[in-house]
């Protein structure tokens, strides 16, 4: 399969969306689809966050969609962060499949900063 690649506006900052990474670097996040969200550790920079992410149905061991998340600032303080997925599909997904895997991903990933209480106190 060949690449895909994906964006989306975001509803968070770049500080916010670093520290949800951060706090879940390393770990499955439980996704109410009945999937689950393996993340690596986040990297960051002034202006953007990067972060390796599989995405697992499940009870099945190889991941569905595999790459990196990267969100992205214009720079401007509190503005919101760009979300953009570049990887691959690995189970063998038609491409309008993995870009529409890869959109709920993106979407999710935003919803659940958003929703995050601890993030949320601190801000």
Known sequence: ???IRTESDGANDLARVYLWLSRHRGQSVELDRGSRLELGVPISGARAVIVGVALHP???EAPSLGGVVRA???GSGGA????????????????SEALSLADDLLATIDDLVAEDVLVANVA
């Open 72 to 74: 992205i600032s214009d």
């Open 1 to 3: 399969m060949s690449a």
């Open 80 to 95: 919101p962060a760009r979300l953009v997925f570049d990887g691959r599909a690995l189970a063998g997904l038609s491409r």
């Open 58 to 60: 499940e009870g099945v």
